[in-house]
């Protein structure tokens, strides 16, 4: 499955409130919040001794990332950018980030 044909797949079970943009861009920017700190508080636990990473936790986590990447195919649905875009245009940046030394750094100017 590319990206592209996920983004389509994704809002077919994509149920929020759409009364504005900015409450639409609200819900969907806290959505990856939440399911970010999720995938962080798992990892968390296996810092702190609560279990070890074995298969379910690899999976248990993998669930989670795979909320991440829901929320943020909608949000660049909304956006108006095909989620592949949103990859090529994030890879571009880090290979010009490596090739400038930069990819350790703050980062964030193009």
Do not use: H
Not at 85 to 105: F, P, S, V
């Amino acid at each position: 499955m590319t990206f592209d044909e996920y983004q389509v797949e994704t809002n077919k079970t994509a149920e929020y409130p759409r009364y504005n943009i900015q409450n639409i861009l609200s819900y969907l920017g806290l959505g990856i919040s939440g399911e970010a700190g999720e995938v962080a508080n798992k990892i968390k636990k296996i810092l702190r001794g609560d279990y070890e990473l074995n298969e379910q936790v690899r999976i248990d986590i993998a669930y989670e990332l795979g909320d991440c990447l829901w929320y943020i195919s909608e949000l660049a649905k909304e956006l108006k950018f095909p989620l592949s875009y949103i990859a090529e245009m994030n890879l571009n940046k880090l290979k010009e980030r490596k090739k400038k030394g930069n990819i350790k750094g703050t980062g964030d100017n193009r």
